[in-house]
């Protein structure tokens, strides 16, 4: 598998092959423990078929060969776990970019909402002034009403007085 398909696994692939060489290697351990059993068969009949340094080349095959497995299941780990930290890192990198990217909307839209509210809260201002205007204008012009009635109704009163005295009641 190349490093970049290990990239692209997601963290529960990764496991799922790791449990996968997990028992690849038990199933290896199996295998090195008959290829012992066997060995042992064959230490007995190499000792009556032949001399002991036959038997010596024969062992050190096996045990080179289990021995080279376990190495390469070992290496193997390790560069899946490499691999597994770096895909850790890169996403931990994008959901980092991700939060920064939402937070600056989300106060570019804050601002702008804001705005949005001083204009229409500006416009209420002015509106609420013209009508005050409006309705000081109208008491204005009710109150200098009532003052010319006001007027009138004295000098009514002004002349029923002097139309009084003038005639002694």
Do not use: P
């Amino acid at each position: 598998m190349t490093d970049k398909e290990l990239k692209r696994l997601s963290r529960a692939e990764l496991l799922e092959m790791l449990i996968e060489k997990s028992r690849e290697n038990e199933s290896l351990s199996e295998r090195l423990d008959e290829a012992l059993a066997r060995l042992n068969d064959r230490t007995l009949r190499i000792e009556n078929a032949g001399t002991m340094a036959e038997a010596a080349v024969q062992v050190n095959g096996v045990l080179d060969a289990a021995q080279q497995a376990g190495a390469q299941y070992l290496e193997n780990i390790r560069q899946r776990q490499s691999l597994a930290e770096e895909e850790c890192a890169r996403l931990q990198e994008q959901a980092r970019a991700e939060a920064a990217r939402m937070l600056a909307q989300t106060q570019q839209t804050c601002q702008q909402m804001e705005q949005e509210t001083r204009q229409r809260c500006e416009e209420m201002r002015r509106t609420a002034e013209r009508e005050a205007v409006g309705k000081w204008d109208d008491l204005f012009a009710a109150i200098e009403q009532l003052h010319a009635e006001n007027d009138q109704l004295r000098r009514m009163i002004d002349e029923r007085w002097r139309k009084k005295r003038k005639w002694g009641l």
